[in-house]
């Protein structure tokens, strides 16, 4: 079983992942007069989740896979994956690692689930959990193949760190609904064009009762919206709602913002919005933020 970790993220059982540092991070170091903790989504950590992974066929035809990039500080050492499989209890994900050999320092693992999992016809969908000795990033591509194989379509996922997670609304330092995961940029079409589907992940040993709403540009449900969906999730685990919104406004939205919220006190909650076009399986990922300002 897991060992229990605080919102910082930092699993004492898991430790080993090596990964990927920009240069970029130490120019909004100097252009930004805020210290490292101020940050709200910080680039840079040693615990981390790709919140959508998947091998698995999918809606019209789709064939989904994922593909992974591990990038090393330093050249050496290991990188630990824990793969959570979607609607199951995570505590016991089977971890896999990554070694760097020397000179080596960047990893890249084709169709990462079946190569670790074998799980070939049967198909996967989860999150991938790391965890790392060193300041790290990550990055995956999520992409569907075409039945005959002679084109993908797909989105990056970039690793996200686990003290980033949104804390649950019945935690007693939980400060407003600007502390939950909000969702920005998304397409729905009523003619069937484009599809928004919500991913939730529970990034914790503890399970709970999440939400996901959305909201017009007053802050009020959309008319005929009786309200939120509700989901619950086992620990380390995530779901991914298959097109919850479908019906708000005729099916046609471009500007509703979508918010996925935690209520067990000591869990917490990622959200994600994936956009598909369904006339070409193409995607894009909409990482759910907090609104909060960093003085807050």
């Known amino acids: 079983m897991r060992q ?5 993220g930092v699993g004492a059982r898991r430790a080993g992942v090596v990964v990927l540092v920009w240069c970029a991070a130490s120019l909004v ?19 981390g989740w790709i919140l959508a992974a998947a091998h698995t066929p ?29 609607g199951e209890d995570g505590s016991s994900a089977p971890g896999y690692a990554l070694e760097f050999g020397e000179g080596l320092d960047t990893v890249y693992v084709e169709d990462v689930v079946d190569h670790f999992l074998d799980v070939g016809d049967e198909g996967w969908l ?23 194989g002679s084109e993908t379509y797909g989105q990056v ?12 609304y019945n935690s007693p330092d939980y400060p407003g609904t600007v502390e939950d995961q909000w969702m920005f940029a998304m397409k729905h079409t009523a003619d069937g064009r484009y599809r928004v589907n919500i ?5 914790t040993p503890v399970a709970s009762r999440f939400w996901a709403s959305i909201f017009d540009a007053t802050g009020n449900h959309p008319p005929g919206f009786s309200g939120a969906v509700e989901v619950q999730l086992p620990p380390y685990s995530m779901i991914q709602l298959s097109d919850p919104f479908a019906e708000v406004a ?11 919220e935690a209520e067990e006190p000591g869990s917490g909650a990622f959200g994600y ?24």
Not at 126 to 148: C, L, N
Not at 199 to 203: E, H, K, R, T
């Open 4 to 8: 229990s970790r605080s919102s910082s």
């Open 29 to 47: 170091l100097f252009l930004l007069p805020v210290t490292a903790a101020a940050q709200l989504n910080q680039t840079l950590h040693n615990d």
């Open 58 to 86: 999918g809606m019209h035809g789709s064939i989904w896979r994922t593909d992974l990039w591990v990038k090393a500080v330093s050249h050496g050492g290991a990188a630990t994956l824990y793969f959570c499989e979607a």
């Open 126 to 148: 989860g999150a991938i959990h790391y965890v790392s000795t060193s300041d790290v990033q990550v990055y995956a591509r999520v992409y569907s193949i075409s039945s005959d």
């Open 157 to 168: 996922i970039e690793g996200v760190p686990t003290a980033d997670m949104t804390m649950a």
């Open 199 to 203: 991913g939730i992940v529970n990034p």
């Open 250 to 260: 005729g099916g046609e939205w471009s500007s509703y913002t979508a918010r996925v």
């Open 273 to 296: 919005a994936s956009v598909v076009d369904n006339a070409t399986n193409d995607a894009y990922f909409v990482r759910g933020v907090k609104i909060m300002r960093p003085d807050e």
